[in-house]
């Protein structure tokens, strides 16, 4: 971010790396699994239920005699040594005090309140969500925003020791106690909350601290613990404002908050309008050898549809079907994909190489069943697919149907017609103009006003 102002003093910024390759890469691979960031969530458990927090603190015990869990570094410790190697000096290597974290804190620019989301909860440099679009919508409206962090999950949350600016008014916060120092802070705060594990961060802060709960999937989606429903409802219950990214959630929460508000799902536009050339070598291979790509980004989970891809794939064996994203635990079906040589599965990339690989696609894709856990899903890859001005097919799940530049295909026999018409509309330069200003209509920043507003009506000064 060369064009951003300067952090305030003492709040170091990180800088912009290139994680393709190198050894930081290779120290980040090695480090994947979130020592932190199990923490976090051990020391939340606890909080909630102490004897099933035993019982699992006994489970990965013996995982670890056997060799099947790494062990877990305590946040106050100095930085891994690998990673003390490789990253960039400017960067602290270790906790900061007390006194001057809560001097980082009170450094903070702005008077109005800060924006608080909490921990535990995605790690910044895992994938680039809601809960990341959001926050940086917030601060570019002008608000500071404050992003908790564990620590060790990937760049830049493994350098995190205190606050480290990832941009203008957007901070990334760790204070080796789950946020505890934020409760001596002197200044109005918003928390942001966008999983149920993390109502319990609530009582850390000061009374009369203004609250948005967040409902972003079924709750079944998120790792489970005892008393997740329990916690879900007092966040139902509590919160100052609840929103909800699908009508079926927004449903579900009104039960309890009937001034639910409906948040779907978005894109920032400009993120795709003109995508900056990469050196992908294996991208630009499989474009030049496929006169036809199809495409899909996102979590292979059990909620895709693999035998509509395999179906698709078998009647258009001159296409290629390109399924790009983290392959889900317990999700054997991509093993047999192999079956279908013209379907390709690629591991996931950083949410910046997404705009030039979706420039490469002919057709975009939302290959799902459609099921309780899709009819409640609000697809962000929808939306960055119209911002990249490329033709969308999706199953007819209820969110999609919702946009009509999207094309929706109930059997894989439609699949293949919507992409062949697809095609032909990808040339077509006022639908790809639709494409694009549906996904300028449905930006970031509408989504963080429409909360504004709530707030501003709730009475809280944002």
Not at 135 to 164: F, I
Not at 177 to 183: C, I, K
Not at 299 to 305: G, H, L, Q, R
């Amino acid at each position: 971010m060369p064009n951003s102002p300067q952090p305030p003093d003492g709040i170091a910024r990180a800088p912009v790396l290139d994680l393709k390759a190198g050894p930081l890469w290779d120290a980040l691979q090695i480090m994947r699994a979130s020592h932190y960031y199990r923490m976090g969530m051990l020391y939340h458990a606890w909080e909630r239920d102490r004897l099933g927090t035993l019982l699992h603190a006994a489970r990965w015990a013996a995982g670890r005699f056997t060799g099947r869990t790494r062990p877990v570094v305590p946040p106050w410790m100095p930085m891994d040594p690998v990673l003390d190697a490789v990253l960039p000096p400017e960067l602290p290597r270790a906790l900061p005090s007390r006194e001057v974290l809560l001097g980082q804190l009170r450094a903070l620019p702005g008077t109005g309140p800060l924006f608080v989301f909490p921990t535990p909860g995605c790690p910044w440099s895992y994938l680039f969500q809601r809960m990341h679009q959001i926050a940086r919508a917030l601060a570019e409206l002008g608000h500071t925003v404050l992003y908790l962090t564990d620590g060790e999950w990937g760049y830049p949350d493994c350098a995190v020791r205190g606050s480290l600016a990832v941009a203008d008014r957007l901070v990334l916060y760790n204070d080796g106690v789950g946020g505890e120092t934020l409760s001596a802070l002197d200044r109005p705060l918003v928390l942001w909350q966008y999983m149920p594990c993390q109502t319990a961060f609530r009582s850390r802060l000061p009374a009369g601290t203004a609250w948005v709960y967040d409902s972003i999937d079924e709750v079944r989606l998120f790792r489970r613990y005892p008393g997740i429903h329990r916690d879900h409802r007092r966040a139902l219950k509590g919160a100052t404002v609840v929103a909800a990214s699908a009508d079926a959630l927004c449903a579900k929460a009104a039960v309890l908050r009937p001034d639910c508000l409906l948040v779907p799902n978005a894109a920032r536009a400009e993120d795709f309008d003109s995508p900056r050339p990469l050196d992908w070598p294996e991208l630009d291979r499989l474009r030049a050898s496929s006169a036809t790509l199809i495409g899909y980004y996102g979590a292979v989970a059990s909620w895709m549809d693999f035998d509509l891809l395999k179906a698709a794939a078998r009647a258009r064996p001159q296409w290629t079907f390109l399924l790009l994203g983290d392959v889900y635990r317990g999700v054997v079906e991509p093993e047999r994909l192999d079956e279908c040589r013209n379907i390709v599965l690629w591991n996931r990339v950083p949410y910046e190489r997404l705009p030039w690989l979706l420039s490469k696609f002919d057709v975009a894709t939302i290959p799902f069943k459609v099921n309780e856990i899709t009819r409640a899903g609000s697809q962000v890859k929808v939306f960055e697919y119209m911002a990249g001005g490329k033709p969308v097919v999706s199953t007819p799940l209820p969110e999609c149907r919702k946009y009509p530049p999207i094309q929706i295909a109930a059997t894989a026999e439609e699949f293949v017609a919507e992409c062949e018409r697809a095609l032909l509309l990808g040339r077509d330069v006022s639908h790809v103009e639709r494409l694009r200003a549906c996904a300028r209509e449905n930006s970031w920043r509408s989504r963080a006003e429409r909360v504004l507003v709530a707030l501003r009506e709730k009475g809280v000064r944002v």
